[in-house]
């Protein structure tokens, strides 16, 4: 079944939210309205919508000020922004730019050009976005892209590779719901962490791996935080009985009754100031095997790093 592309509508005039969003629902779009532009910041977050439409002056925050506080997290720095306004001069529109707005409408907007420009700008994001439909962060080809300017620029750099223990038990016994709020917390562990180097890059691999790209000195204490971090809300997943038992106990895929750690994470690191690192297949293949290790610790989370010369 196709995706239905889900549309934030922001602006404070009722008649313009009306006509706007009779226009994108006629079009075959799920449209979600804000009348301020806290409002579209809080909805943003919570709906995940596919492409942003923003009334260029609002009450409580402009245009402008919801792009620069949604820019700011990982998850939505490729999702299309549309400004919807009625001023036309160029240091606006200047500044705009700078804030990686994609498009703008000019008021009053025709139905066909609104709708056009939508659907470009959805399908020119979906040609070049691979995120991770439940964290919204960058997928498989982009991390490739991230790791191998990284080895291309010659700078001492690190890469995190993040596995969840226990991961698929979890789901078994408490279902996929369950997985998907355990996963989406983990992105944002692993993301506040990161931000301890504002040049890092995180990356969703699939499933229960995720990925971090730091510079060499900020890669032990972001692995730490996401250890530490991930050990304290690990029993908040679990009710209360697998909780006081500090255990999960559950049938395994023999079908046989077997007792599970709580979940944890292992994280193996692969960086560059011993030995040098020439190709994305090298560093996979070093993380993969750092992170089995960090893996194989007996309680709790624990990270690797790559010692060897």
């Known amino acids: 079944m196709e995706h239905t592309a889900k549309i934030l509508l922001a602006d404070d005039s009722h008649a313009i939210r009306f006509l706007v969003s009779e226009i994108l629902t006629s079009a075959g779009f799920e449209v979600i309205q804000a009348e301020d532009g806290q409002e579209a910041i809080e909805k943003t977050y919570k709906e995940n919508p596919d492409l942003l439409i923003l009334d260029y002056e609002m009450p409580k925050k402009t245009g402008f000020e919801v792009v620069r506080e949604v820019r700011s997290h990982t998850g939505y720095l490729h999702t299309p922004i549309i400004i919807f306004t009625a001023v036309t001069d160029k240091e606006t529109k200047l500044e705009g730019l700078g804030l990686d707005i994609d498009d703008y409408l000019t008021k009053p907007a025709d139905e066909d050009e609104i709708v056009a420009r939508v659907k470009l700008l959805l399908k020119r994001n979906k040609q070049k976005m691979d995120s991770n439909p439940l964290t919204r962060l960058p997928g498989n080809p982009s991390i490739q892209t991230r790791i191998e300017a990284e080895i291309a620029s010659g700078r001492k750099f690190a890469v995190l590779y993040c596995d969840l223990n226990n991961f698929k038990s979890f789901n078994d016994k408490y279902g996929f719901e369950a997985g998907d709020q355990v996963l989406k917390t983990e992105a944002d562990i692993i993301v506040k962490a990161a931000a301890q180097d ?69 994280i193996g690191v692969v960086h560059n100031t011993k030995k040098p690192l020439t190709s994305f297949a090298q560093v996979s293949n070093i993380g993969t095997e750092l992170k089995c290790l960090a893996k194989k610790h007996p309680v709790g989370s624990y990270y690797v790093m790559d010692r060897r010369s």
Request: no cysteine; glycine share 8%.
């Open 198 to 266: 504002p040049t890092s890059f995180v990356g969703h691999i699939g499933g229960d791996d995720f990925i971090v790209v730091s510079a060499f000195d900020k890669a032990e204490p972001i692995a730490r935080q996401i250890v530490q971090e991930t050990d304290r809300l690990s029993p908040s997943f679990y009710n209360e009985q697998d909780r006081e038992r500090g255990y999960m106990l559950s049938i395994n895929r023999k079908g046989e009754p077997e007792q599970f750690s709580l979940l944890a994470i292992g």
